[in-house]
């Protein structure tokens, strides 16, 4: 990136932060901060251990240093400006997750285009947030489009935030159902036999919750899906699973029609057959319902995490906190859109173009000088695809 | 209630108690000597036995015993004899709160030396995260994880637990199983403290005297050689049954993954002599191996023992060294300690993998 292009980023990024009010998260004065200036060269330092008070208030300091990246800490330190993490001492920390189209294995990088990619996230931060809503009960929660490929989910649930990175490691695993083994949700009762047989063991899924309810959920509805078909069409369905025959699926079939009940009930003892069904069914819940999440973001408790209300300066997008109910709707790259980069156009020199989705238009970028609207000028220069016009 | 303190010294009250009864603890250490001999046995017992030891009758020895106890840990001031001792204690707590919650004699009075649940529990301050329901008790997740981290078994993971709206429901013996994690968690804490040298003056005898004690256990716990041939009979068969692509039920794999570990293996080698197992994930068994290892948690785990195999079926095979050794550990040490040492042939070595030098030159 070239000088010019890069003062021309420092003063927008000022205008920006001029006319934006920018909300700081709770107990920000415990926190830890750190920029990325714009200065040269690919390679960029970042600016770490500052504590607000060095810093000044946060709004003139966005205006005074207009950086390129802003983040602070998950952490809460009695001294978040010391140099060393032990002189800090850690207090407690946000739960944080990340979902970055990168670690996504649904993303086919170099194929899918940001907009699909940012699609796919989108699914699997709902995904996300039906484990932090309904198993953990998280009533804090702040959901943040990152400004990049990705959302942030900052959790602050008074309860976990004293928890240290192994047990956060757990939440990782239990988010991403690693770990998870059929046999740990099955529970075994001994049940007394009728007359004189002796007395046999009944397994029953644990439906309340955790992945047991997952399992049961997938397995349910295809048991459900399977009683709508007709005797040919079950009987294939069943036996596209490995290791079911004829024989099996028959028997499976079988089951489900004369002990539906037994099923929902998490009853898996009703026949050999159902078991080995619903064993597969936990593996299809695991596939289907993680969500992958970036490990080491939610178990490093001193990690440094994008503000909210800053500019990315890899995209010129805002990292935006969005309203529980306005997720479903939200579209990162007409809504985080900058205001102040929407009302005039710009030239620059483009080196690699092609098409950019952007404020809710598609353009095809071609090479060399042309006039843009600025934020698609700025996304183009930010990504290094673009340099300002020599004057 | 001097008896209940001496039954569980570690109760804020019974600290509260320490205070008024000893009015200066370097004048106990250096008079009371039964004081001291309890305190002694407390700690030898500990590391050898996992447990604490008879009580004394005179609730007064007893109760001081425990802060002299821990003055002595603290002398020593070892990570391993702080976590075995404070295991030996919490271990030891459990036995006793697990027969107080089962007492349900009608002679209760209210002088009774018995713990409830709910005294317990106040006394951790779990009350809110700690509920009873019809078949067991919730336990809030921000409190259940600490709590379950040094739990063995893959039941214990929160992967495998029926989490729901920020609870986790437990059985109520595992309920027990976390207080006694929390009872090991309020005995740790604050060890090694600094221990004034007048008061360390009077102990050097019985410091020694552990000291001895922990050096004999740290030698049976140096072997570093992997020679397959000479596993005892239960952990030969176990391998055989990794290797055959066998699924090993969790007390299977624990006991030869916590035995590799012990011998010396590393994890990255334990993952790769797992590797042609497609039923060992990757992740499982380094989570496993960092496990046992302690490297994840406060504490190693080590080899069970013959009993503890052969209560899981995992003994097969004895033979006659078998008949006279008390542990896995032991028949390998023996049969190593046996052959001539030219003639072992660490696997690894042979393998040519996990060798660091190996490694880094073909590394390009
Ligand atoms: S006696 Fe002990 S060492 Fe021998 S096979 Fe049984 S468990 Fe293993």
């Known amino acids: ?391 | 209630m001097q008896r209940l303190h001496a039954r569980y010294p570690f109760l804020e009250a019974a600290r509260d108690a320490v205070a008024t009864e000893a009015v200066d603890l370097a004048t106990v250490v250096e008079q009371d000597g039964a004081v001291v001999d309890r305190a002694r046995e407390r700690v030898v017992t500990a590391v050898e036995d996992g447990e604490t030891g008879e009580p004394r009758r005179e609730p007064r020895v007893e109760l001081l015993s425990y802060p002299v106890a821990r003055v002595l840990v603290s002398m020593i001031g070892e990570r391993v004899l702080v976590r075995r001792y404070a295991r030996a204690e919490a271990a030891t707590a459990y036995e006793r709160f697990a027969a107080d919650f089962d007492d349900t004699t009608e002679l209760k009075s209210v002088q009774s030396t018995d713990l409830d649940l709910e005294t317990l529990l106040t006394e951790f301050d779990l009350t809110d995260a700690v509920q009873a329901t019809a078949d067991g008790y919730r336990v809030g997740v921000g409190t259940y994880l600490p709590l379950a981290e040094d739990q063995w078994g893959d039941e214990w993971r929160l992967v495998n637990r029926s989490l729901t709206d920020g609870d986790v429901p437990v059985t109520e013996d595992e309920l027990r199983s976390l207080l006694r994690e929390a009872v090991r968690g309020r005995i740790e804490d604050g060890l090694p403290f600094d221990v004034p040298d007048v008061i360390a003056a009077s102990l050097e005898d019985e410091a020694d005297e552990v000291r001895e004690v922990l050096a004999e256990l740290d030698l049976t716990r140096e072997i570093d050689t992997v020679v397959p041939d000479l596993f005892p009979p239960c952990m030969k068969a176990l391998l055989d049954d990794i290797q055959k692509g066998e699924h090993l039920p969790h007390h299977s794999r624990f006991a030869i993954t916590a035995f590799l570990a012990n011998i010396g293996m590393s994890t990255d080698e334990i993952v790769d002599l797992y590797r042609v197992n497609s039923t060992f994930g990757e992740d499982m068994t380094r989570y496993q191996t960092d496990h046992i290892r302690g490297d994840t948690s406060p504490t190693e785990y080590s080899t069970p023992s013959c009993a503890t195999m052969q209560s899981y079926g995992d003994c097969v095979n004895k033979d006659d060294l078998c008949e006279r050794i008390p542990h896995p550990m032991a028949y390998y040490e023996e049969r190593i300690d046996d052959a001539d040492d030219d003639d072992l042939e660490d696997w690894r070595e042979g393998e040519g993998e996990g060798d660091d030098a190996e490694q880094s030159a073909s590394g390009d």
């Not at chain 1, 944080?96 to 194929?111: K, N, R, W």
């Not at chain 1, 007359?195 to 509805?221: F, M, N, Q, S």
């Open chain 1, 1 to 391: 990136m070239e000088e010019r292009t890069r003062a021309y980023l420092r003063g927008r990024f000022r205008d920006h932060y001029r006319r934006t009010e920018i909300t700081p998260p709770p107990a920000a004065n415990e926190r830890e901060w750190g920029f990325i200036p714009w200065t040269e060269g690919p390679d960029t330092t970042m600016v770490r251990h500052r504590s607000l008070l060095e810093l000044g208030d946060l709004s003139e300091f966005l205006v005074r240093k207009r950086p390129r990246h802003v983040y602070f800490s998950a952490g809460r330190f009695r001294d978040p400006g010391a140099s060393s993490m032990a002189a800090k001492d850690w207090q407690s920390a946000d739960l944080v997750f990340d979902l970055d189209a990168d670690h996504l294995p649904s993303v086919t990088l170099g194929e899918d285009s940001y907009a699909e990619m940012l699609a796919k996230c989108k699914d699997a931060l709902l995904r996300l947030l039906d484990f932090l809503e309904d198993d953990f009960g998280f009533e804090d929660l702040e959901v943040v489009f990152s400004g990049g490929r990705g959302y942030h989910v900052h959790v602050r649930d008074e309860s976990v935030l004293h928890l240290e990175r192994e047990h956060r490691r757990e939440i990782v695993d239990y988010v991403r159902g690693i770990g998870m083994e059929y046999e740990e949700l099955i529970e075994t009762e001994t049940v007394a036999g009728l007359g004189r047989k002796t007395p046999t063991e009944r397994r029953t899924l644990e439906i309340d919750g955790g992945w047991g309810k997952r399992t049961h959920d997938h397995l349910l509805a295809f048991v459900d899906d399977l009683l709508e078909m007709d005797e040919d069409d079950a009987l294939d369905r069943l036996q596209e699973f490995d290791g079911f025959g004829e024989g099996k699926a028959q028997a499976a079939l079988n089951a489900a029609r004369n002990n539906r009940e037994g099923i929902e009930s998490g009853n898996v003892t009703v026949h050999t057959a159902i078991s080995q069904l619903a064993e597969r069914f936990a593996s299809r819940a695991v596939e289907r319902d993680n969500a992958p999440i970036d490990e080491p973001v939610t178990t490093d408790t001193n990690r440094l995490i994008r503000l909210p209300g800053s500019l990315h300066g890899g995209s010129g997008l805002e990292t935006m906190r969005l309203e529980r109910d306005a997720i479903a709707d939200f579209d990162p790259l007409v809504d985080a859109v900058p205001e102040t980069f929407t009302n005039h156009e710009i030239t620059v020199d483009v080196s690699r173009g092609g098409e950019v989705e952007l404020g809710g238009d598609s353009f095809t970028v071609t090479e060399g000088d042309q006039s843009l609207p600025e934020y698609v000028a700025v996304f183009l220069m930010a990504r290094g695809r673009a340099e300002k016009e020599k004057e």
